[in-house]
């Protein structure tokens, strides 16, 4: 093991009941059936390592190892992810009457989604660990994300998709060396398959969102870097578009982590649980004032990546709004298609539909004054509106060789 790295990493502990396991085992969730949490000894980081010292290091999320499960370097695998732009959206912020306003872009990161992040801690750890090849449902991103990083690996990946999830994603699998099925239904038809299949096969892990434990320690590196990039301060609020929750939860695990580490103090910023209206099961759960969803029936949105009728970990993200006075809410497609386009014109940034909904969100809290207008606002844009081309009607002319372009537009 080389000098000087070290993972703090001392066991897992269930989400519902506390109870805990050995952390260097494959695990998946809990004997209750309810996620499992990676736990450090946060003493020893404390010991260990200081804010100081982690801005000197490389730009990319293994920057946060102490409080990363992966224990020896040779593990990591890397394709650069992380340390993402912290972007000020100045004239976008003053139209939506929140000047304030601050964009993390997770499009910029390998597969060009945040599930990137995932993907990079869940195969290294389970490479560690020595699975050989993982398996999972997915509405697109995180698929193509596990089974590059899977290849980089040397590990097979096993993935089955909706046929309506974005088309790149299939290709990026594809060109992976996947195994890759698609599925006329929902990401939970294609859960009951993997699950089906992994139960046969020798060596393979089912990494579904929430079933093992270090695919939410990955996402929980946005939490890290938001605060590190803004000088070791939290923001006033953060909006998250919300499927499974992974990405909210660890953002919510990360900021409890450094207020323990002494690395950030005061109020935790209030999370918000942004969704689709066509698919909205923890909105309504936070407005009925439950801690559980139920399914939500005929699911269907262009925010693909977020249609998810029934997360496993729906309590999770219900106790991380409600714990930080937090809030839940949907916006509809028409208002987030008006959100990704408005915010291209304005800032120049194409960002997928997930992150356009947190956008369309934070125009409506504002007009609530739930959103106070000084106030520092960061959305979390989830992936490249790249991935999405078809979210974007292109209603233009096409000239003959011999035409003419006019002499105004
Ligand atoms: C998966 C995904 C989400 C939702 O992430 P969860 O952590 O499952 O809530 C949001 N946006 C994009 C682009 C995604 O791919």
């Known amino acids: 093991m080389s000098a000087g790295y070290f993972s703090a990493l001392s066991h897992l502990e269930c989400s519902r009941t506390g109870e805990r396991s050995e952390a260097d085992a494959v695990q998946g969730t809990s004997a209750a059936g309810a996620p499992l949490l990676a736990r450090y000894d946060l003493e020893r980081v404390r010991a260990r390592v200081t804010r100081e010292e982690i801005a000197g290091r490389a730009p990319d999320l293994w920057r946060y190892r102490e409080v990363l499960p992966v224990r020896d370097p040779r593990h990591i695998v890397s394709l650069g992810e992380g340390m993402t732009p912290l972007l000020p959206l ?33 195969v290294s750890r389970a490479a560690e660990l020595g699975v050989r090849g993982i398996a999972m449902p997915t509405n697109g991103n995180a698929g193509a994300a596990w089974s590059v990083y899977a290849a980089r690996a040397g590990l097979r990946s096993l993935i089955a998709m909706p046929v309506d999830a974005p088309e790149i994603t299939r290709r990026e699998c594809v060109v992976a060396g996947a195994e890759l099925y698609l599925v006329d239904g929902l990401i939970g038809d294609a859960g009951r398959l993997v699950a089906a299949a992994v139960a046969g096969r020798e060596g393979y892990q089912e990494v579904s969102t ?19 990039q803004l000088g070791w301060r939290a923001p006033d609020v953060i909006l998250y578009p919300t499927g499974g929750g992974v990405g909210i939860i660890g953002i919510h695990k990360a900021l409890r982590e450094m207020r323990e580490l002494g690395w950030l103090s005061g109020e935790l910023p209030r999370l ?18 439950e801690r559980e969803s139920v399914p939500f029936p005929d699911a269907r949105t262009v925010a693909f990546g977020i249609t998810v009728p029934k997360a496993l970990g729906d309590f999770l993200v219900l106790d991380a709004v409600r714990e930080t006075g937090g809030t839940a809410l949907a916006v509809t497609d028409e208002e987030l298609l008006a959100a990704q386009r408005a915010l291209a014109r304005a800032e120049g940034a194409f960002v997928c539909p997930e992150g356009a909904a947190c956008f369309a969100a934070v125009g409506r809290l504002r007009e609530s004054g739930w959103l106070r207008g000084g106030e520092r606002v960061v959305v979390l844009n989830t992936g ?24 105004r537009p």
């Not at 946005?222 to 605060?227: N, W």
């Open 90 to 122: 100045p004239r976008y912020g003053a139209e939506l009457g929140v000047p304030g306003l601050l964009m993390k872009d997770e499009g910029l990161i390998p597969t060009g989604s945040f599930k990137a992040r995932g993907a990079a801690v869940g």
């Open 210 to 228: 929430l079933k093992e434990p270090y695919r939410l320690e990955g996402k929980k590196t946005m939490g890290y870097e938001i605060v590190e």
């Open 272 to 289: 918000v649980a942004v969704q689709a209206a066509g698919c909205a099961p923890i909105v309504e759960a936070f407005e009925r004032g």
């Open 384 to 407: 490249s509106g790249l991935k999405y081309p078809e979210t974007v009607a292109v209603d233009v002319p096409t000239l003959p060789v011999d035409g003419r372009i006019p002499a």
